[in-house]
């Protein structure tokens, strides 16, 4: 079992930069590519970024390519999410997510533990 906790959410002005953290627990999050999703109001859950677990590969939506960064520490089991150049249709709750495979992967469906989500605002 793994554990997702994510942190960071907020509200805050177009422009503004904000970081997220997911912190993991769980013997088995060893070995997992990591990634944050997205779900705006009435949308669907949308793919933000990936990383590999040995963080040597990186994939990114183009909506977020050049603002957003994704990085992890695994000796600390945690992975963040670099938000900056914030646009309000960057308003979403945001979810961490661990996938089955060590390989950076958009597909939702490799994804089987999900952390309950941090909520991001950004105004106008």
């Known amino acids: 079992q793994v554990q997702l906790v994510e942190s960071g959410g907020g509200l805050v002005q177009a422009g503004d930069s904000l970081r997220l953290s997911c912190a993991a627990s769980?013997?088995?999050?060893?070995?997992?590519?990591m990634s944050w999703f997205r779900q705006a109001p009435g949308k669907d859950r949308e793919f933000v970024a990936a990383i590999s677990w040995s963080a040597d590969n990186t994939y990114y939506a183009d909506s977020v390519k050049g603002r957003f960064t994704i990085s992890r520490d695994n000796a600390k089991n945690t992975v963040y999410l670099q938000m900056n150049s914030l646009k309000p249709e960057d308003t979403a709750v945001y979810y961490c997510a661990a996938a089955k495979v060590p390989i950076a992967t958009i597909y939702m469906a490799l994804y089987n533990y999900w952390g309950q989500g941090t909520q991001v605002t950004v105004s106008s």
């Open positions: 769980g013997r088995t999050f060893g070995g997992r590519a």
